[in-house]
């Protein structure tokens, strides 16, 4: 019997063995893989199909999100309730979204009731027809969305930003206009969407307590598509017309009382030898609630209620952000605090105890990111689209326990120089 006036002992999350689980993989017939974890107590069940057809494959920008958005929104035998409903009798969620060099088809549900799902979401692969009065609906939808979050210094911020680090038609760095709603066309959809999806390549990643025949089930709805085995990720270079180290004052609302802090550089991709040191250096500099950042310029100077760092998560090019809004009247004095805790950084090694802090926080975020199936074949698919194996995984948690407080001093003075960062204030 427990003894429960003895305390159980305390063992620190770095010390934590962890083990990431590895996946099942089999192939359609035709060559699609399909990356598998089967694991969980619940009979529910997750089918991601991951087309590449994102906005780095586009002619003419929004001709990506557009398409994605609207493959639920009709076939040639169902209109978008019908659709909908479908999906809600099952009791499931069919997601969609589009990013810069992938767009995804998510379905969550059940896992009995997964053979008559899958037949629509074929269907909506093969049979999208996308009508005019949908395509209408949406291009109002999105400028009226467009027009509010205009008027929010945060969003404008983050938009320039990104154009400022990458170049305005670069994928990474491109936004959208009420212009460009407009002037979409359904013809444009539709050659996208044939190209892409119907013709297109994909991975498919499937996770939970899988029933039996999950391989056999994929293939009868997808195995037979005609999708393409020869992708190439294209390849873009940055073509930024903005100088590192330049600043920026925009006033976006002449009565805004906020402003929108962005200071931003280019960081290599994770395949870089400094990146999964520097993901430890971020998280000391700004990367989580105990970070210098949030102690000096939140909890000491209270210029803010919240500021962060972070690396973008791109499979490319990629860039080390930090971000926060602020009184407007405050906004430089928080810039030069930020600057402050890089010098920091950059000449006295961090102690100790904010190191195994650091560390334990870190080990922490893996475990919790190893909770149930859905968490794991997420990480797995990021493995898969970044070009990385299981080897990413442990070297990882090998470098979080044993990087040194040395080795991030001269990271820090590497990457961490004001003059190689862009600055936006937007108020």
């Excluded at 309730?81 to 969550?108: K, P």
């Amino acid at each position: 019997m427990l003894n429960r006036s003895i305390a159980p002992p305390i063992t620190d999350a770095v010390n934590f063995h962890l083990e990431l689980k590895p996946y099942e993989k089999f192939t359609l017939d035709n060559g699609v893989p399909v990356y598998a974890i089967n694991a969980g107590a619940e009979e529910v069940m997750s089918v991601e199909i991951v087309f590449f057809a994102g906005n780095s494959f586009e002619e003419k920008n929004i001709v990506a999100a557009a398409t994605n958005f609207l493959l639920k929104n009709g076939t040639s035998k169902k209109k978008a309730f019908q659709i909908n409903e479908h999906f809600e009798y099952y009791g499931s969620f069919l997601n969609r979204a589009c990013y810069n060099e992938t767009s995804t088809l998510t379905l969550h549900c059940l896992n009995k009731h997964i053979g008559e799902l899958l037949p629509v979401v074929e269907e909506l692969i093969t049979d999208s027809i996308f009508p005019e009065e949908e395509l209408a609906i949406f291009k109002q939808n999105q400028k009226q969305r467009l027009s509010v979050s205009l008027k929010k210094s945060e969003f404008v911020a983050s938009r320039l930003i990104d154009s400022y680090l990458y170049g305005e038609k670069h994928p990474y760095g491109k936004y959208s206009s009420h212009a460009e709603y407009d002037a979409l066309n359904r013809e444009e959809l539709v050659s996208f969407y044939t190209k892409y999806y119907k013709h297109g390549s994909c991975v498919i990643f499937t996770a939970g307590k899988l029933p039996l025949g999950i391989s056999e089930l994929l293939n009868k709805h997808f195995g037979k598509l005609p999708f393409g085995n020869n992708f190439q990720k294209p390849l873009y270079q940055i073509s930024s017309t903005k100088k590192p180290g330049e600043k920026f004052r925009i006033t976006n609302d002449e009565n805004g009382v906020q402003g929108s802090i962005r200071i931003a550089r280019e960081f290599p991709n994770r395949h870089h030898p400094d990146f999964l040191k520097v993901m430890v250096l971020n998280n000391i500099f700004g990367g989580y609630f105990g970070s210098r950042l949030m102690a000096n310029i939140r909890e000491d100077k209270g210029y803010t209620y919240g500021i962060h760092s972070f690396l973008q998560d791109h499979i490319q090019q990629s860039g080390w952000l930090v971000s926060t809004e602020a009184g407007k009247d405050v906004c430089e004095a928080a810039i030069s605090e930020v600057y402050k805790e890089m010098k920091r950084l950059q000449d006295k090694p961090v102690g100790e105890d904010e190191m195994q802090l650091v560390r334990n926080y870190m080990m922490g975020s893996i475990l919790g990111d190893l909770d149930g199936p859905f968490h794991i074949i997420a990480r797995w698919k990021n493995y898969v689209l970044n070009d990385l194996n299981g080897d990413y995984f442990y070297n990882a948690i090998n470098t979080i326990r044993t990087v040194s407080p040395e080795e991030l001093q001269q990271l820090a003075k590497k990457y961490l120089n004001p003059e190689e960062f862009y600055e936006l204030v937007v108020v």
